[in-house]
């Protein structure tokens, strides 16, 4: 049955003033106009204070204000930013006050690893994989493999070791190694491995036994950071698994432990929004207490831009 549709009288409408209608923006969150050679600090004081730029210049606020304050700033992440270009940047932070400890899901010693020896890393799976080269490349296979067992043996922990592996075999680009920067600048490395996932676990000297105590030892390091991280901050850099269930699992473990890890800054950074980073990183870790930021984009942008931005701010502080 079709309704009967009312007559309406448009000349009744009922209209307010804009003057006293509420806005969502005016000009006070507006962007200033952009000067040609013009400073980094002015072209960030310059963004609007709408959406996204708005979000991005809090989380930079929050990162630098835990920083000053002494609280820890976790950054973990993928092996993707190492892959675009990111080490350099990564090895500043280490190497300074903003970032207090690094962690990474398993491909980071792969791509940290041909780095640091020849400057150059990222295959070309697509052509490798038809002819059954993908993955076979001799040197990181047999590097990473010596560090898994040093691990295993000194209980050092995963990520320090193949830092320290990279330094004893003086690695000819070292200042760029993230693991080897850790290490040097007496900063905590943890790498966490899912078997199976990375290409040097099909290389014939990768001990699996070993490879799961060294990986464990860094889980626990991890929890440890995490006991610590109250009132602090936690980057997840592209890891779209295996980082945000760590997180999740050592903040479980350290809150039951009794330890107040509350009043967090969490960072999600991808150039796709995804769930688990969402939820395990953003959402749940900051419920009831804190704050959760999605900044979408490329690494090779954002994270510069993001990191930029804290280091920006934190110098102003320590000029006030």
Do not use: W
Request: proline residues 4%; neutral net charge.
């Amino acid at each position: 049955m079709k309704p009967k549709l009312p007559e309406l009288d448009f000349g009744s409408v009922r209209f307010s003033s804009l003057k006293d209608r509420p806005s969502k923006v005016n000009l006070t969150d507006f962007a200033k106009p952009l000067v040609p050679g013009g400073s980094f600090a002015g072209f960030v004081d310059g963004l609007s204070d709408i959406l996204a730029a708005k979000d991005i210049k809090d989380a930079a606020a929050s990162l630098a204000r835990a920083a000053k304050d002494g609280r820890t700033v976790m950054l973990a992440m993928g092996g993707h930013p190492i892959k675009v270009g990111l080490g350099p940047v990564i090895c500043q932070l280490l190497r300074g006050d903003l970032v207090s400890s690094i962690s990474g899901n398993g491909a980071i010693m792969v791509h940290d690893t041909e780095v640091a020896l020849t400057g150059a890393t990222s295959e070309d799976v697509a052509a490798g994989l038809g002819k059954g080269d993908f993955g076979v490349t001799r040197e990181t296979g047999e590097i990473i493999a010596m560090a898994i067992n040093r691990a295993a043996e000194s209980r050092e922990g995963l990520g320090r070791a193949l830092g320290q592996t990279l330094i004893d075999l003086k690695a000819p680009n070292l200042s760029v190694s993230v693991l080897a920067t850790a290490v040097m600048a007496g900063k905590p490395v943890t790498v966490h491995v899912a078997i199976g996932n990375d290409v040097y676990h099909i290389h014939p000297a990768c001990d699996g036994a070993n490879l799961g105590a060294a990986t464990m030892d860094d889980f626990k390091t991890f929890c440890r950071i995490v006991a610590t991280l109250g009132q602090g901050a936690f980057i997840n850099l592209g890891s779209a698994v295996i980082m945000p269930e760590v997180f999740l699992k050592a903040l479980t473990l350290t809150r039951n432990m009794g330890f107040a890890v509350d009043g967090l800054t969490t960072i999600n950074m991808d150039f796709i929004k995804q769930y688990r980073p969402s939820v395990n990183v953003v959402e749940r870790p900051t419920k009831g207490s804190g704050r959760g930021y999605t900044l979408i984009g490329h690494h090779e942008i954002m994270f510069p831009l993001l990191m930029g931005m804290a280091m920006e701010k934190l110098a102003a502080m320590g000029e006030t």
